[in-house]
């Protein structure tokens, strides 16, 4: 049981250049989000997916694109990266039902230059 | 809006020194309150869930607890391997859609020294 895998760890961009973060859970949770994590920021949610084809936007959704086409997978997708980007994120799952408790991935350092 | 505020922002604590982290939030009807942990470069993991005031949870040297307008984690005794950085979450009752978006504090960097 992996769990929620995140992929790739480390990527550099440049300005302009478009790129997805990949995220796969295998616990069949119908919930999945992105978050980014900026030092004295804290977790700030980009998007979220209630279930395969529905996604909504979280509190700094500009600049991120997602799409749900199954259970198991939510890609995060760039469009055009700006440094203002560079961040770490971080892909999260629950069931929606039972205890509401977050499952993360190990995180995705993104630089853009 | 959900508000939660942690603090302070970091604690250093010698070995064997107890203390508490605070939490404080506002929410429009509480349905759950959540601790994690989270190690330098990885993700949050999960520790405690408290749903009503008076709730209290152990783990190892943690304990959590819970009033109507904040929540502390006690370490008793810690070890150096309790050096993370300690995640506050809430959940209101009332999202609409089902969604129950949690909204996170900043967090608590505790470093234990030997």
């Known amino acids: 049981n992996a769990g929620v895998t995140q992929t790739p760890k480390f990527q550099v961009l440049k300005t302009g250049q478009s790129m997805t973060l990949q995220c796969a859970q295998d616990m069949n949770h119908e919930y999945m989000s992105w978050y980014r994590q900026d030092p004295g920021m804290g977790l700030r949610l980009i998007h979220y997916s209630v279930g395969a084809g529905i996604t909504d936007q979280g509190e700094v959704p500009n600049g991120y694109n997602v799409s749900r086409s199954t259970t198991e997978d939510f890609p995060l997708r760039l469009l055009s990266a700006a440094p203002s980007q560079t961040s770490v994120y971080f892909c999260a799952s629950r069931s929606s039902s039972g205890a509401n408790v977050l499952t993360f991935g190990a995180g995705s350092r993104l630089t853009v230059l | ?29 509480l349905r759950g309150l959540f601790w994690y942990r989270q190690d330098p470069g990885k993700g949050p993991e999960f520790l405690f869930t408290l749903y009503s005031a008076g709730e209290e949870k152990e783990k190892e040297r943690l304990k959590a607890t819970l009033t109507k307008k904040e929540s502390f984690l006690h370490i ?39």
């Open chain 2, 1 to 29: 809006e959900d508000q939660v505020t942690q603090s302070p922002e970091a604690l250093r604590l010698q070995e064997g020194e107890s203390s508490s982290l605070n939490c404080s939030y506002t929410v429009s009807g």
């Open chain 2, 76 to 114: 008793t005794a810690p070890k150096p391997e309790d050096s993370a950085t300690y995640l506050c979450a809430v959940q209101a009752s009332d999202a609409s859609g089902g969604s129950y978006i949690p909204t996170f504090g900043r967090g608590t960097s505790l470093i234990v020294h030997p």
